[in-house]
């Protein structure tokens, strides 16, 4: 089992930067990758991008494209995603995900919100 723990969400005006970081705790030896999902208010949740754990080959949804960054610390454990030039329509709720296979995302963090607005 894997257990992950999200931090850094807040409040944060248009155009604006805002960094979440995970922490991975348990079996993080298994580990495949670590993704980013979020859900806003009345919508299904959406895939962000995600990290392989080993590699950090990178990959992102179109929305975050040139915009969002995605790392990994495998010393420490941890993953992150850096958020620039945020909008209003970036507002949600913020999960990690980690998996320790190539398909299913296994292992979720209880989430973190991100407001943007003025």
């Known amino acids: 089992q894997v257990q992950l723990v999200e931090s850094g969400g807040g409040l944060v005006s248009p155009g604006g930067s805002l960094r979440l970081s995970c922490a991975a705790s348990g079996r993080t030896s298994s580990l495949h990758g670590m993704g980013w999902f979020r859900q806003a208010p009345g919508t299904e949740r959406e895939f962000v991008g995600a990290i392989t754990w080993h590699g950090g080959s990178t990959y992102y949804a179109d929305s975050a494209k040139g915009r969002f960054t995605i790392s990994r610390d495998n010393a420490k454990n941890t993953g992150s995603l850096q958020m620039n030039s945020l909008k209003p329509d970036d507002t949600a709720i913020y999960f990690c995900?980690?998996?320790?296979?190539?398909?299913?995302?296994?292992?979720w963090g209880q989430g973190t919100q991100v407001t943007v607005s003025s």
């Open positions: 995900a980690a998996r320790d296979g190539p398909a299913e995302w296994n292992y």
